[in-house]
């Protein structure tokens, strides 16, 4: 069974720090990671896909890399906002099978 | 539509009480999840339909859940005698190819 976790938990940074999110997996047979983004009280939205023959994808500030042999994930934030903060998961689809599985997520809460 | 629409965002019942939970997803996408969120966790899947059909049902907890989606779009959540133990975000996605759009769920609390 897939097993998927986010370290740290949470994370307090000061306005304009890089960061680094970790997520790992168990299982290596993947499909693809996503990371998403979840404001409170909202749904998820989606940042980045990897697809599992693909080592990294960015988006403006955003960088994730995948190393599927090793099981891990790691979302790179540049120049860290205060808008940033939200809570970051990471989730992965099996090759076999179209369900995600997430793991517990990280709150980031970036201070002005 | 837009994005993932659920309705309603907020439903309050009492212990042993019948609810519907209700997902129009985007117009087109054949592909629709369920997933059910606890607090300070990460969702966790519940059933996933491709078309009218169930593909997977395997997250569902017991037989007191139960989900249809009877013409390949909407698609209803149905929790009979429902539990505190019930009371979580439950969280609808639809898929096209790759990706995923979430709507922004519907809070169920069960007093």
């Known amino acids: 069974k897939q097993e998927v976790t986010q370290i740290p938990a949470a994370l307090s940074v000061p306005e304009g720090e890089n960061l680094v999110l970790n997520c790992s997996f168990t299982?290596?047979?993947?499909?693809?990671l996503q990371w998403f983004r979840q404001d409170p009280g909202k749904g998820l939205t989606s940042l980045l896909l990897i697809q599992s023959s693909q080592r990294e994808q960015t988006s403006g500030r955003l960088n994730a890399s995948l190393d599927k042999s090793s099981g891990r994930s790691t979302l790179y934030i540049a120049a860290s906002q205060p808008g940033d903060s939200a809570t970051y998961l990471c989730a992965v689809k099996r090759n076999a099978g179209n369900m995600l599985t997430f793991g517990g997520g990280t709150r980031l809460m970036v201070k002005p | 539509g837009a994005g993932v629409s659920q309705t309603p965002s907020n439903k309050v019942t009492e212990k042993g009480k019948y609810v519907e939970l209700r997902c129009d997803p985007i117009?087109?996408?054949?592909?629709l999840y369920w997933y059910r969120q606890s607090l300070g966790q990460g969702p966790e899947f519940l059933i996933y339909?491709?078309?009218?059909?169930?593909?997977?049902d395997s997250g569902l907890p017991n037989d007191r859940f139960f989900a249809v989606r009877p013409e390949g779009s909407v698609s209803t959540l149905k929790i009979q005698r429902t539990e505190r133990g019930d009371s979580a975000v439950y969280l609808c996605a639809s898929s096209e190819n790759y990706g995923y759009t979430f709507g922004s769920g519907t809070r169920l609390t069960v007093v």
């Open positions: 339909f491709q078309g009218t059909g169930a593909a997977d």
């Open positions: 299982d290596s047979a993947i499909y693809n």
């Open positions: 117009s087109g996408h054949t592909a």
